[in-house]
């Protein structure tokens, strides 16, 4: 973790002791701070209200315990302070798109390589940081609000972060979305001028969401905002129409810059998107 930040504080929620220890590990070799770690969920809300994580990396299957409605109350009781990354070696693709809806930061199936889950970490942390840095702007007033948008990624925590940056902006996000298919509902819903995508989400992909956006909303401009990088995807996500391509992790500077360059300057109304003054 860069040293200018404080260390993400960690706690593992997990039944399986190695599994636990493997975890322990993996964070504690790139700096970060765990605080605790549990068998069960019997205690988890507690010891997330006594020791106050950054991040809670909670097991799906837990004795006595529904790790999606565990992860609801973490959500419910904590919001953007506490992220929850689920981590389960459930085959069913369903418990991603369950995960998602209940307000996960992050998920991640097992086995999983250390590089992947100090990756999903990193990216969790640096948009908590940027979220805090966001949140205390001052919005543009909602009488100069003129673009709209809908937002669709898995993680909580990335939608509320483009959500601050876009309604920092004087973008109004009209509607949010967990997965592909919501994505492309809404979007027909709203017809905003502006749709975020990430490409890697449950019960429809990205790719898929922005062939139907194009085809359904032709005056929606897609911004892709994904953590892929390779250039078989960056070749597909411009053939298909899109109309930019954002790396996770980002500067929120690159995503105004992105948008006041892919809207057209009559529907920004008296000022230019971000623009001071």
Do not use: W
């Amino acid at each position: 973790m860069p040293n200018a930040r404080p260390a993400p504080k960690i706690l593992i929620v997990d039944d399986t002791m190695a599994l636990r220890q493997v975890l322990r590990a993996f964070l504690n070799s790139e700096g970060c701070n765990v605080v605790g770690d549990l068998a069960s969920g019997a205690t988890v809300l507690e010891a997330v209200d006594q020791l106050k994580p950054d991040i809670v990396c909670l097991d799906y299957h837990l004795p006595g315990t529904n790790g999606i409605e565990l992860l609801k109350s973490i959500h419910e009781s904590h919001g953007a302070k506490v992220s929850v990354v689920m981590i389960t070696g459930d085959a069913d693709p369903e418990v991603e798109a369950h995960a998602a809806e209940a307000g996960a930061a992050g998920f991640i199936r097992k086995p999983f390589s250390q590089d992947k889950i100090i990756k999903e970490i990193r990216q969790i942390a640096n948009m908590q940081t940027l979220l805090r840095i966001q949140t205390s702007k001052r919005p543009i007033p909602a009488a100069e609000t003129t673009l709209r948008a809908v937002i669709a990624d898995d993680s909580v925590v990335m939608r509320m972060l483009l959500a601050s940056i876009l309604t920092s902006m004087g973008v109004k996000v009209v509607a949010e979305a967990t997965d592909g298919k919501r994505a492309v509902a809404q979007a027909a819903k709203h017809m905003p001028e502006l749709a975020c995508l990430d490409i890697e989400m449950p019960v429809m992909n990205g790719l898929d969401a922005l062939d139907k956006i194009r085809h359904q909303c032709p005056d929606t401009k897609v911004l892709v905002i994904t953590a892929r990088a390779d250039r078989e995807l960056v070749s597909q996500v411009a053939s298909r129409g899109a109309h930019g391509y954002i790396i996770k992790p980002f500067n929120p500077e690159r995503i105004v810059s992105v948008i006041n360059g892919i809207l057209p300057a009559s529907s920004r109304g008296r000022r230019e998107v971000g623009a001071k003054g």
